[in-house]
């Protein structure tokens, strides 16, 4: 597949997404390493901001030692990319990098979550992940999501498809990742608890505002991935987790779209680094009861 990214006026030739991805997979098995080994003694750090919603704000020293450890491998490996981490505050590689937002067509951004589900970390449950994208100007070319405590991890590829393998396993090696027998579950995100009467007749109900509990495990938003999930309502889509496994979904097979059912902008076209509600399942049927939640909910 031709790659949109040619040298555009930068010393060095543009990796594409598939290179990008190959060279930071060794570096990522060993970051799933440590999470895994030091899981549980890690050490929590203050929360990063005030507010309602202190599942996000969590923060451990793993999220900024496995930040680190991909931000050298980049400096190293791929000095002309962009570079946009979680902990990008907290770092100190930060400004060593080009530039830490979308560029023009063809001048990739890579971004990081160190540790996506970090209260899930701190609490002993399985379902965190290391959250890599690659991203062009309008969408995601690239997308790696590793589940350290599952020994596996999920990628796509732009137009290619989305994968699942061991985490020993090289890209070529992977298993094509399909949605389409998953459990009948829905994971709310936070404060879309709102579409639950809608939906709880034909659906078991994952509102983590609710749901969560520091002793029993329940899916995260990457259940999508796993089967776990037949669909998901997320109030608002990081560009560094929530677009990057909503990529993967989508590659995957499942529909995504905003809560009104309207087509994923580009991503230019939020500079907050932030997509509006988006409505993620598995298939034409769970969408339809997704939106008719929402418009429900008014």
Avoid at 115 to 139: C, E, K, M, P, R
Wanted: glycine share 6%; with cysteine; proline share 8%.
């Amino acid at each position: 597949m031709h790659s949109p990214f040619t040298n555009q006026a930068f010393f060095y030739t543009m990796p594409t997404p598939r290179q990008i991805l190959a060279a930071l997979l060794p570096q990522l098995r060993v970051a799933a390493a440590y999470a895994r080994q030091l899981q549980p003694q890690i050490r929590t750090l203050p929360a990063k901001e005030a507010g309602s919603n202190w599942f996000a704000a969590a923060l451990t020293d793993a999220d900024l030692a496995v930040q680190n450890l991909v931000e050298v491998t980049l400096l190293a490996t791929f000095p002309q990319l962009r570079f946009y981490g979680e902990e990008r505050d907290r770092s100190y590689n930060t400004s060593y990098f080009r530039a830490p937002d979308l560029g023009p067509a063809g001048d990739p951004l890579v971004t990081l979550d160190p540790i996506d589900g970090t209260q899930f970390y701190i609490d002993g449950h399985a379902n965190y992940q290391i959250v890599l994208s690659v991203l062009n100007w309008d969408d995601c070319e690239a997308a790696l999501a590793v589940s350290p405590a599952r020994n596996c991890y999920y990628y796509a590829l732009r137009g290619e498809s989305a994968f699942w393998g061991s985490l020993d396993a090289d890209l070529a090696s992977c298993h094509p990742l399909p949605c389409d027998r998953p459990e009948p579950a829905i994971f709310l995100g936070w404060e879309m608890g709102k579409l639950a009467p809608a939906l709880q007749a034909k659906y078991r109900l994952i509102d983590v505002a609710t749901s969560y509990s520091s002793q029993v495990q329940i899916p995260n938003f990457n259940g999508i991935l796993s089967g776990e999930l037949a669909g998901a309502v997320l109030p608002a889509a990081n560009f560094i987790d929530g677009v990057a496994l909503t990529f993967l979904a989508r590659e995957a097979g499942c529909t995504a779209t905003l809560l009104d059912g309207s087509p994923l902008p580009p991503l230019h076209a939020h500079p907050n680094f932030q997509l509006p509600g988006v409505l993620v399942a598995a298939s034409a049927s769970v969408h339809r009861d997704l939106r008719a939640a929402v418009q429900q909910a008014g």
